[in-house]
């Protein structure tokens, strides 16, 4: 079955530093998103991306965060100067069409020291 | 045993019993919900999903029910077993737009 990949599983870093999520969305799909879950609580839309471009953002998704699509596979989330906050599992998906088979990577386990 | 959502966000069942979550959402722009299971450290997987113009829809061993009159979901588990253990949580998503909006989870525990 098809998934979503997502590396690293879990990145330490230190508070102020730039980090660079990746994922590799399923290979047909053509939307992309980027989801929080801050430990023991619910997940959290940050941003979707289709055709290139932000399609929407919540309120978290502030200059600090950044996606990009580099080439045909990898879709990316960059947080520029990480914030104790900003500690949580960090989970990628992709739909086929706008709400149609959104499939969830494993995550990355965010934390900022 | 059943779940009342936000408010009593544990459930615990016996193995064998069928288990019922409940999520309230509060957006009657929703038109599109999913329910997700999520194991720990892991990403949440999908379930079973229904559309705002039907009231059910069965899958295997689950049960999506939607009352829209009083903005109420609802996941069944027939026959729970011990891989069900689980946290569960309903997502909407409003007719215009591709994000899902979570709801607060709740935690299935199933005793052998």
């Known amino acids: 079955e098809p998934e979503v990949t997502q590396t690293p599983s879990h990145q330490v870093t230190q508070m102020g530093q730039e980090v660079i999520l990746r994922c590799v969305p399923i290979s047909n799909h053509l939307y992309f998103y980027w989801y929080r879950q801050i430990l023991g609580q619910k997940v959290e839309f940050l941003v979707s991306f289709y055709n290139n471009e932000i399609s929407e953002k919540s309120e978290i998704f502030d200059d600090q965060f950044s996606v990009e699509r580099p080439d045909g596979s990898n879709f990316t989330l960059k947080i520029r100067s990480t914030k104790l906050e900003d500690s949580a599992m960090y989970f990628c998906?992709?739909?086929?069409?706008?709400?149609?088979?959104?499939?969830f990577g494993s995550g990355t386990r965010l934390t900022v020291v | 045993g059943e779940s009342v959502g936000l408010h009593l966000p544990t459930l615990s069942v016996q193995e064998g019993d069928n288990s019922i979550i409940n999520c309230a959402y509060s957006n009657s722009a929703s038109d599109y919900f999913i329910w997700y299971k999520q194991e720990s450290g892991k990403g949440p997987q999908f379930i079973i999903d229904?559309?705002?113009?039907?009231d059910k829809r069965q899958g295997q061993r689950v049960t999506v029910l939607l009352n829209k009159t009083v903005k109420h979901l609802s996941l069944q588990i027939a026959a729970t077993q011990p891989g069900d253990s689980a946290v569960y949580f309903c997502?909407?998503?409003?007719?215009?737009?591709?994000?899902?909006?979570f709801g607060e989870g709740t935690q299935l525990t199933v005793n052998p």
């Open positions: 998906a992709s739909s086929r069409q706008g709400y149609y088979g959104y499939t």
């Open positions: 229904i559309r705002s113009n039907m």
């Open positions: 997502a909407e998503k409003e007719t215009s737009g591709s994000r899902l909006t």
